[in-house]
């Protein structure tokens, strides 16, 4: 694939489950929600931050597991319990200043689905919905939750001579 595609992203939002976890969630007896993430998408996550893009998320979910995690490796901000994302996104553009073009948005369903259109670069796992494997500019080959979001941010870094 051209790396051309990625070479102008200033800002990565990225969803929860499903994109940085797998689509599963283990419950306990006393209700928790358990869920699993990579260690590789932390580490790149990690990378990208340090070469100066951000992260930010976007998710319904409001795990505070997810949240410490995520604050962790270095998200700038995170929303939780948003169902409409178009909004917060549109929100991030006021903000930031960062022109849509230059956002990069990782989601795998429906509620995803308008972020992934209005922005510059529109991606998906490869395990997404068809619905949004359909309309994904990059469609990672791995699955959510199993290195979808180091490969995006590999390809991000690499277009710029920072991997």
């Known amino acids: 694939m051209d790396l051309q595609i990625f070479k102008n992203i200033e ?13 599963e969630i283990l419950i306990t007896e006393k209700g928790e929600l358990l869920r699993t993430m990579n260690t590789r ?9 340090a070469a100066g893009i951000d992260i930010m998320i976007i998710t319904g979910g409001s795990s505070k597991g997810v949240v410490n995690r995520l604050s962790n490796v270095g998200a700038k901000k995170i929303y ?5 994302k178009w909004e917060v996104l549109k929100e991030i553009v006021r903000e930031t200043s960062i022109p ?11 509620l995803d689905m308008q972020c992934i259109q209005e922005v510059g670069l529109g991606c998906c796992p ?11 500019q990059f ?11 180091r490969d995006l941010i590999e390809r991000i870094l690499k277009s710029k001579d920072l991997w």
């Open 126 to 136: 490869a395990d997404a919905t068809r619905e949004v494997l359909s309309i994904s």
């Open 100 to 110: 849509l073009k230059n956002i990069a948005y990782m989601g795998d369903d429906i």
């Open 139 to 149: 469609v990672s080959s791995n699955n959510g939750g199993a290195g979808c979001v």
């Open 11 to 23: 800002l990565l939002i990225l969803d929860v489950d499903g994109v940085l976890t797998n689509t």
């Open 41 to 49: 998408d932390g580490y790149a996550m990690k990378r990208l931050i």
């Open 80 to 84: 939780t319990g948003i169902h409409n």
